[in-house]
């Protein structure tokens, strides 16, 4: 429950962060994604259910505030926190280089299906500028930020959650 309750307030918390203060830090309109920051993180450092639930509420509070159709970012977001999720049975949570590349991955695939369901089913077909002057910088601004928010993240996980077993702390080795 203490958990849960964790969760929800870091949710909250990166969301307003998101929508206030991210503003002010972006360099030539192109902003970090810490929504897909924290999905990322807790998905590698709980799984993929609780990327999935992370990544849906971190979504609904995109679609409520911000979204035209109702899901539609709940349910990319979703999809990368599932995906995501994969690595948590193999993956060290002091190693920083996988958390940064699925974040510039995760990046990828929201911004592609924000195109996709936003812009080209509505006929604007601008892709390689699209993918010049927002995709691509802001895959490299996400990917840099997460070295710096993925360790606060850490902290709150361990801190202030139950922590969760993985494979391998579980395996013992004889010498």
């Known amino acids: 429950m203490k958990s849960k309750i964790v969760m929800f307030f870091t949710v909250i918390f990166t969301f307003l962060i998101q929508c206030t203060l991210v503003g002010h830090i972006e360099i030539g309109s ?4 810490l929504l897909v920051i924290l999905v ?14 992370t990544g849906f509420f971190c979504g609904l509070l995109i679609d409520l505030f ?10 990319i977001y979703m999809y990368i926190g ?3 999720g994969y690595a948590f049975r193999i993956y ?4 920083i280089k996988v958390p940064m590349a699925l974040a510039a991955a995760g990046d990828l695939l929201y911004n592609l299906a ?3 369901l936003q812009f080209l089913l509505r006929g604007r077909l601008g892709f390689g500028r699209y993918l010049s002057r927002i995709i691509f910088p802001e895959i490299f601004y996400t990917a840099l930020l997460t070295f710096f928010v993925y360790r ?3 902290l709150i996980n361990y801190h202030l959650m139950t922590t969760k077993k993985k494979e ?8």
């Open 30 to 33: 192109v902003k970090p994604n």
């Open 40 to 53: 990322i993180s807790m998905a590698l450092m709980r799984g993929r259910k609780s990327g999935l639930w």
């Open 66 to 75: 911000y979204g035209s159709v109702l899901g539609i970012y709940a349910l």
């Open 82 to 84: 599932f995906l995501s």
């Open 92 to 95: 060290y949570d002091d190693d």
């Open 114 to 116: 924000v195109y996709a």
């Open 152 to 154: 606060i993240y850490r």
């Open 168 to 175: 391998c702390d579980s395996i013992w080795v004889i010498k």
